[in-house]
């Protein structure tokens, strides 16, 4: 089945819009199948972007995704990458459509709350990327996880 990896920006967090946006994920009808609050480290920011590594704003880009907490999660459902692609709007929040959620939340393209993976095959890559490295792990909760056939994130304890 179809995954992708979604991430709430730190201005996402800090502006209490977590709930918003997971809302609409979950409106649509798609699955969550994890999720975990994370301080993504300036190595993996950078590995994450590394197809804008040349661009004048790389810096700042890695400034602002590390700058704070993100939301870390994997949304399931035929057609999921696309979709929530649309989901999420333009990339530039002023060119967003309403309804969107950039169109909706945000005016810059510097603060735009949300990431989407851009193909299912970064799907895969960015869940592995993000999602799958154990820090440390309750383990009491990896069984039930399993159960649900969820991912086994890990907690930062
Ligand atoms: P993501 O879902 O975050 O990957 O956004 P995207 O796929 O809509 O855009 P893209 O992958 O081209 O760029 C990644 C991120 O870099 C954007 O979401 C912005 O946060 C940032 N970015 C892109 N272009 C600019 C720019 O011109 N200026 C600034 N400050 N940030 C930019
Ligand atoms: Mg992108």
Request: hydrophobic share 35%; charged share 25%; aromatic share 8%.
């Amino acid at each position: 089945v179809e995954q992708t990896y979604i991430m709430i920006k730190p201005d996402g967090v800090q502006r209490g819009l977590v709930g918003e946006i997971i809302s609409r994920f979950e409106k649509k009808g798609f699955l969550l199948k994890g999720l975990k609050l994370f301080q993504c480290p300036k190595d993996l920011a950078q590995e994450h972007y590394k197809d804008l590594k040349d661009k004048p704003f790389f810096p700042k880009l890695i400034d602002y995704i590390t700058s704070g907490p993100v939301v870390c999660m994997a949304w399931e459902g035929d057609g999921v990458v696309a979709s929530a692609r649309k989901l999420i709007g333009a990339t530039n929040p002023l060119q967003a459509e309403p309804g969107t959620i950039r169109g909706d939340l945000a005016i810059q393209t510097g603060r735009n709350v949300v990431h989407g993976s851009d193909s299912p095959d970064n799907g895969k890559r960015e869940i592995g990327k993000f999602c799958n490295s154990p820090v440390r792990c309750l383990s009491a909760l990896q069984p039930i996880l399993l159960q649900h056939n969820m991912h086994t994130f890990f907690f930062r304890l």
